[in-house]
């Protein structure tokens, strides 16, 4: 999805004919699975085990920051880094195929909104 598309034909603009078939496929439908997709991913991330990277235990306790095995740190299974070039890759796919509600999941994803209260 993230080559670039030759021009459009107006029978493709509402969505791509499959190689194989020539059957269209929906860009709604593609848009929507593939904002299911982020959010999964999203999920995965924020529900993660934190892992021993030494003895690789898996942390059981809300109390300890060490593994209680061999007194080392507990990290992220599935790295920050890694998720927010997800995130980014995504965006970029939202913007060559001008996917609205995706380009938003993303940029909200990327740069949430303040979670400041307004004082009163």
């Not at 021993?52 to 299974?77: A, D, G, L, M, W």
């Amino acid at each position: 999805l993230l080559i670039e598309a030759d021009a459009e034909t107006e029978e493709e603009k509402n969505g791509w004919a499959c190689p194989s078939c020539r059957h269209l496929l929906q860009k709604d439908a593609i848009e929507q699975q593939l904002i299911e997709t982020i959010q999964r991913k999203s999920l995965a991330y924020q529900l993660q085990d934190l892992r021993c990277q030494h003895c690789k235990q898996v942390k059981e306790s809300n109390i300890r920051s060490e593994c209680t095995s061999c007194s080392r740190p507990f990290r992220t299974t599935l790295s920050a880094d890694l998720f927010h070039k997800q995130l980014h890759s995504f965006h970029k796919v939202s913007l060559l195929h001008q996917f609205d509600l995706l380009r938003d999941v993303t940029e909200w994803m990327l740069h949430p909104p303040s979670s400041q209260i307004p004082a009163t």
